[in-house]
């Protein structure tokens, strides 16, 4: 059994060490609930919002922000997944980082870059796993609009992921409230895996955020969900246990007839 | 623009002559509300709990059933797809055609089987696509488990399905108020097309069905819902136009990228 808490965060453009400062806060609070990770959203360190501030804040995995979000982690003892804007030679990625004290940090990599904003700020990766081992869990992450393709959702599960993790940057409207409402659910039931969907709270300089952080069930049922754009620290417990009569009657990933 | 109509339909096992008056009397109505396509659901010409004696009623596509349901859709002017028991060899598919008068049936045979029950009285098809062109749309079609696999719709999407119509025979219970409450509106926005899923009502000899059927339009929504697992003749009108904006937003064909 694993506990987390998702991070429904007000990222600051441009500050990183403010929002550094607020995943620490979260780490203590989640810690001191038992949590075993943390999760903050895409591009939590720099502001998803942040333009042309986010190439020069830009750091490669082993820089001093990743090595901060180590320290945090390690003084907590929670593993924590954070966005932030990875520099690798003439490359600027929309990625994340997964801490675990001083363990080397595994870092995603966003494949499916969305819109025009984000096209010109960041090199897509090609589409990959990323997973780790946690508290006997396989953790996946992807990152924002890359779960809204069920092919890296499965692609993930196939791979044996059982939770998949994604800070994402949504915003407010008609297809955000959609994809909060319905999709995140689906991606669940569909691989009848664990998804944790964290997003960032109210508005930053450039974007207003939808909030509604959302953690699904293999059944499709919603364990943790906030329902506005406020700041909310937002907890979990991962048993697939509870969900085994789920699991045995949608058998999907046994069932698919690969093409 | 295209209507079309789905019959939730109370079939009777075993007994194809009732179950095709009662798909030509949905027919007259459904003609005379001016829709262009009934849609009626998985194996109603025999009955989805039919059990043994369906591989008895099984038929060719060349056999007295599609023709019957031909001189259907010629007296009345519609196009129909319905499901069906087909023959070939010493082969039972799960199938459904698409008869449009005179013209040739078009025939989709099942590839995903749910369960023990379908794979004693079936052969699963390997995955394939069947479209057709009706009212200037490509309609594509798939049956009941088939939907639940996103990899299915993915594949009549990037073929140029515009509409996937799906008969189907959901059972009553938490899986399927899940399937019917989330994934078929989700199956229709990650593809911005439109899905219309359609189910039996209430009980046959073996199994009792949700009812729920439902047309999604590419932005999610529901343009025609059942409720209840009562017989419904639902209309819907199927026009692209209108949802253009999501369309434009969620460009999920075009941004995927193919691993």
């Known amino acids: 059994m694993m506990r987390i808490a998702a991070l429904q965060m007000q990222a600051i453009c441009g500050n990183v060490s403010a929002n550094l400062a607020r995943i620490e806060q979260a780490a203590k609070d989640a810690a001191e609930d038992g949590a075993d990770l943390l999760i903050a959203p895409e591009l939590a360190l720099t502001g998803y919002g942040a333009g042309d501030k986010i190439a020069s804040l830009a750091e490669g995995a082993d820089g001093g922000q990743i090595k901060r979000l180590q320290a945090i982690s390690k003084a907590n003892a929670i593993a924590i997944v954070a ?6 030679r003439e490359h600027v990625y929309n990625s994340a980082a997964f801490v675990c004290g001083d363990a080397a940090p595994a870092i995603y990599r966003k494949s499916h870059l969305y819109g025009d904003y984000e096209r010109a700020l960041f090199t897509p990766e090609v589409p990959g796993n990323c997973i780790v081992q946690i508290a006997g869990l396989k953790l996946g992450i992807l990152i924002c609009y890359d779960v809204e393709f069920p092919e890296n959702v499965r692609r993930l599960a196939l791979a044996g ?5 994604v ?3 949504l915003p407010a409207g008609p297809s955000g409230d959609f994809i909060a409402a319905y ?3 689906v991606r669940a039931f569909e691989n009848q895996i664990f998804v944790a969907y964290v997003n960032h709270a109210r508005k930053d300089e450039r974007f207003v955020f939808a909030g509604l952080s959302r953690i699904a069930a293999p059944d499709g049922s919603l364990i943790a969900a906030s329902d506005d754009s406020k700041e909310h620290l937002l907890f979990a417990d991962i048993d697939r246990h509870i969900f085994a009569a789920s699991i045995d009657n949608n058998p ?5 007839k690969r093409t």
């Open 183 to 185: 999709m995140i659910q």
């Open 83 to 88: 966005g932030f804007a990875e520099r690798d």
């Open 167 to 169: 800070p994402t940057a």
């Open 252 to 256: 999907y990933l046994k069932d698919l």
């Open 161 to 165: 992921a059982q939770i998949i993790v």
